[in-house]
T-cell receptor, first 114, second 114 residues
Framework: GAGVSQTPSNKVTEKGKYVELRCDPISGHTALYWYRQSLGQGPEFLIYFQGTGAADDSGLPNDRFFAVRPEGSVSTLKIQRTERGDSAVYLC????????????FGPGTRLTVT | GENVEQHPSTLSVQEGDSAVIKCTYSDSASNYFPWYKQELGKGPQLIIDIRSNVGEKKDQRIAVTLNKTAKHFSLHITETQPEDSAVYFCAASSLYNQGGKLIFGQGTELSVKP
């Protein structure tokens, strides 16, 4: 069984550009989480989906960040007008359902904004 | 909101010795406490977890203890091996209050010297 996959593994973009990061959760997992990890820090929560809906987006830093999960499986994190401070590793995790605790992480996408 | 403090930030031990990492949390509603191991360039890997109705859990060389009254929990690794070298993160969550989003500590870089 495949784990959580994320693409691309690395993304370099120029300041001001738009980027999309993709997460493919473990098959059958209905809960999906996005986290951001800066160098030397623990992951920080961004947004949580239960099915297709964003159940908690309190961690999104500002309105340049947006995420979707239209069919309740794959999710895309979208960042507009990127800034150098957005550079980090973006991690996705999935969980069997809202009642399950265990979250399984993907390898992350390393975003570098130049 | 929840805050998780983790100590020490770095830990160096000789192969075969034990390692202990400690975390404290602030939100008494937290009821789930996982530990993750993260190797360089990879996503966090769930290694053990504990729920608030349990005081201790063991899995081979790894054990976790929880003191709900004091709001602290610890990871114990016995008979350390060089392959245990990695960054370890503790986390806390409250499934019922916050949908299970994880609040992470700052991480402990464990180095096991052969």
């Amino acid at each position: 069984g495949a784990g959580v996959s994320q693409t691309p593994s690395n993304k370099v973009t120029e300041k001001g550009k738009y980027v999309e990061l993709r997460c493919d959760p473990i098959s059958g997992h209905t809960a999906l989480y996005w986290y951001r990890q800066s160098l030397g820090q623990g992951p920080e929560f961004l947004i949580y989906f239960q099915g297709t809906g964003a159940a908690d987006d309190s961690g999104l830093p500002n309105d340049r960040f947006f995420a979707v999960r239209p069919e309740g499986s794959v999710s895309t994190l979208k960042i507009q007008r990127t800034e150098r401070g957005d550079s980090a590793v973006y991690l996705c995790a999935s969980s069997l359902n809202r009642g399950a605790y265990e979250q399984y992480f993907g390898p992350g996408t390393r975003l570098t904004v130049t | 909101g929840e805050n998780v403090e983790q100590h020490p930030s770095t830990l160096s031990v000789q192969e075969g010795d034990s390692a202990v990492i400690k975390c404290t949390y602030s939100d008494s509603a937290s009821n789930y406490f996982p530990w993750y191991k993260q190797e360089l360039g990879k996503g966090p890997q769930l290694i053990i977890d504990i729920r608030s109705n349990v005081g201790e859990k063991k899995d081979q060389r790894i054990a976790v203890t929880l003191n709900k009254t004091a709001k602290h929990f610890s990871l114990h690794i016995t008979e350390t091996q060089p392959e245990d070298s990695a960054v370890y993160f503790c986390a806390a969550s409250s499934l019922y209050n916050q949908g299970g989003k994880l609040i992470f500590g700052q991480g402990t870089e464990l180095s096991v010297k052969p």
